[in-house]
């Protein structure tokens, strides 16, 4: 199995699109420009601003109290309907994930950013190949060239090792290979 897993970062424009992956993770926005199995988001504001623009159906992984606050709080809405269309009634919460990656001491929690999450998400479904695109760790920019209040060095400098020590989590022992694809200038 081979999982395209693309995150809002500017190098998400190097994804080729779905074909040959069979399963593509989008992180945030990335389901609103791309079409994507899963939808991967970590605040509950990600769904608000963005669940009517998802193009095809995507199901959802997210957070816990995201989770809880679209299946209890919300009955009766129309972007429930979406969500229990997409997700067939169920949303995948990230404590559902199978394996988890260590604590380590000296980095941030896995599930403190949406596309380290997508990353555990993607080795849990034990696939040959991970591509990831659109993870630059730099750049205030997202795929949409919009500037993003949320991308900031200070986030980056948080992040980065986070995401270097679950690269070499999934690489080392879920045994799967990834191929990180970056912009060459990192923007």
Known sequence: ????????????????????????????KVPTVYPC?????????????EWDKVLGEARI??????AEKIETQLHGQSHVAFTVANSQGRVVRYDEIEPLPPK????????SWSG????????????????VFGVDLASYKD???????????SRWAQETPLWVRLLA???????????????KDGN
């Not at 992984?61 to 995201?66: E, F, G």
């Not at 380590?104 to 599930?111: N, Y």
């Not at 500037?147 to 060095?153: A, G, M, P, V, W």
């Open 116 to 131: 380290c999450a997508a990353l555990v998400f993607a080795a849990s479904f034990k696939p040959e190949v991970i591509d």
């Open 61 to 66: 992984c997210c957070k816990r109290p995201a």
């Open 37 to 49: 199995d899963w939808w991967v988001f970590t605040d509950f504001r990600t769904y608000c601003a």
């Open 1 to 28: 199995m081979n999982i395209a897993l693309v995150s809002n970062g500017p190098s998400a424009s190097m994804y080729p699109g779905h074909h040959p992956y069979d399963v593509v993770i989008g992180v945030n």
């Open 104 to 111: 380590w001491p000296e980095v941030c929690e896995w599930l």
């Open 169 to 183: 989590w999934v690489r080392d022992e879920c045994k799967v290979k990834v191929n990180w694809h970056k912009a």
């Open 143 to 153: 795929m949409r060239s919009e500037d993003n209040f949320t991308r900031q060095e």
